[in-house]
Every structure is written in structure tokens, then in C-alpha cells.
């Protein structure tokens, strides 16, 4: 045995079992998913087709794989797609909604439009408890983010009311913000139940959300850049009232994060 031919072995034996230890795994994994496919018949939670692998999550790979992103040119500051015409012509990077009235949410992103399979999968985590969903689409949404996560000092989940919560048994926004990376600050309380933000005209949702939203003294965020997380948003009115809360007790800047954005149709 030459000096150096022990360890060299035993490397050779480290990586031998290594290679055999993940072809193992990978073999036990498609036997629990045969098992899984047979004896408890599981369906995508957002397709509602059967689940071929249903170790690997409640979503199928095709659902995942057909959420529509936001393509640019989008609005600066809300994230909005913008009508191509618009940028070319103009110049303009804000859209109309932004240019009417000042945003207090600085930038914002979303994985993609609320719609499809990705309105399918907010809605299988929100409504029918399937909490699993937030780590992925959290990862999805770390991803989109860009430089919206950038030097930021932690998120800031958009809470539900207390009784919402009690009834629901999460908040979903806290469950996305927990897999984004920066510490959760939980700064916000919503203070006055409020009606849901989807069921109204778009007109009535900042009345709707003014003034729900507090953010108690003991909260630490003055000078701190922060990032709102939400599931959807709709017309930003709902961000724009947290955020204005948490600019009011002093924070630097505020941006936000939502799962999916429903796109208006600019004209
Ligand atoms: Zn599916
Ligand atoms: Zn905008």
C-alpha cells in the first residue's frame, strides 16, 4: 500500500456510499410516492388533478411551472404592468393609478399575476389551510423580488383581525414573510375589522382599510427600510394604509411583496 493509497480508499469508499445512500433515497421516495398515489389518491391542490409526486408538495410541477409573471414595462413604483404603447411614447414609468395619487409603498413586486394557477394556490393556502404552500411560493417570491429585498431591515406581515385569524388558525401573509430571509417584525395590528378588500368596488377600498391599521408604540421601526408582505394586492389600498401607519411611527421607507398582483387592463 503506497502512503497515500489508505486515504485515497477511503474516499473512493465516502463517495461510493454517498452515490449509494442518494440513489437509496431517491428509490424510497418513488416508492412513497407510488404508495402515496395508490392508497391515498392525493390531487394538486390548485388543479385539482391526481398527484403524481406527492412527496415533492400539494402542487403539481405544471401548475407551478404556469404561473403568468409580470413582464415588463411595469409601473416603478407599484408594479402594475403598463400598456407597452405608454413607456414607448412617453417615457412614463408610473402608471395612471401612481401618477394620480402619491403611493406611500416605494417600490413593490409580485410573483405574478393573480390569476390562473397562482390565484389557485393563494387560494389553497388561505382557504383551505394548506400552509405548505408558503414556503414555496415565498422562495418563488424571494426570487422575483429583485432589489426589493435589498438592504432591507426585516418584513412586516400585513395582519388580519384578531377574530380572523382565531377563525382561520394563521395569518398567510406572516407564512409567506417567514421564508423571505430578513427578521419578521411584526408592527401592525389591524385594529377595526374590516370588510374583504375583493368584494368591494375599487373606489370604496381606501375608505374601507383608513384608519384599520395601527402600529403600536413598543413596534422598533423608526429609521428602519422595511417590506410589507401581503398574499394579494388589488389596488394597493390595503398596503398603502400599513404603510402609511408604519411611516407615521417613524420608519425610513416601506416597499412590499405580494404573492400575486391583480393587473389592471389599462387603457
Ligand atoms: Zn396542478
Ligand atoms: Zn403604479
Redesign the pocket.
Same mark, same amino acid.
Do not use: S, Y
Given at each position: 500500500m503506497t502512503p497515500r493509497g489508505f486515504p485515497f480508499r477511503t474516499m473512493l469508499l465516502r463517495g461510493t456510499r454517498q452515490a449509494d445512500l442518494e440513489r437509496a433515497g431517491r428509490l424510497l421516495l418513488s416508492i412513497a410516492d407510488g404508495l402515496a398515489a395508490v392508497l391515498l389518491a392525493p390531487v =394538486?391542490a !390548485? =388543479?385539482h388533478?391526481p398527484l403524481e409526486q406527492a412527496t415533492r408538495g400539494a402542487? =403539481?410541477g !405544471? =401548475?407551478w411551472a404556469s404561473i403568468v409573471p409580470i413582464t415588463p414595462p411595469i409601473c416603478r413604483r407599484c408594479g402594475d404592468a403598463l400598456p407597452s404603447w405608454r413607456e414607448r411614447s412617453l417615457g412614463e414609468s408610473l402608471c395612471a393609478r401612481c401618477r394620480r395619487a402619491p403611493q406611500r409603498v416605494s417600490r413593490a413586486c409580485a410573483i405574478g399575476a393573480y390569476d390562473g394557477s397562482l390565484r389557485a394556490i393563494v387560494h389553497a393556502l388561505k382557504y383551505d389551510g394548506r400552509r405548505t404552500l408558503a414556503r414555496p411560493l415565498s422562495l418563488r417570491l424571494r426570487a422575483a423580488a429583485g432589489d426589493v429585498l435589498h438592504g432591507v431591515d426585516g418584513v412586516v406581515p400585513v395582519p388580519l383581525h384578531r377574530s380572523r385569524e382565531r377563525r382561520r388558525g394563521f395569518n398567510q401573509a406572516r407564512e409567506i414573510a417567514r421564508h423571505l430571509g430578513p427578521p419578521v417584525v411584526d408592527a401592525l395590528q389591524r385594529v377595526r375589522r374590516t370588510a374583504s378588500q375583493a368584494d368591494l368596488p375599487a373606489a370604496r377600498r381606501h375608505a374601507n382599510v383608513r384608519g384599520a391599521f395601527v402600529c403600536p408604540s413598543r413596534a422598533p421601526v423608526r429609521g428602519l427600510t422595511l417590506v410589507l408582505v401581503d398574499d394579494v394586492s388589488t389596488t394597493g389600498a390595503t398596503l398603502n394604509a400599513c404603510a402609511s401607519a408604519l411611516l407615521a411611527a417613524g420608519a425610513r421607507e416601506v416597499r412590499a411583496l405580494t404573492a400575486a398582483r391583480a393587473v389592471t387592463r389599462q387603457r
Open positions: =394538486c !390548485a =388543479c388533478e402542487v =403539481c !405544471a =401548475c
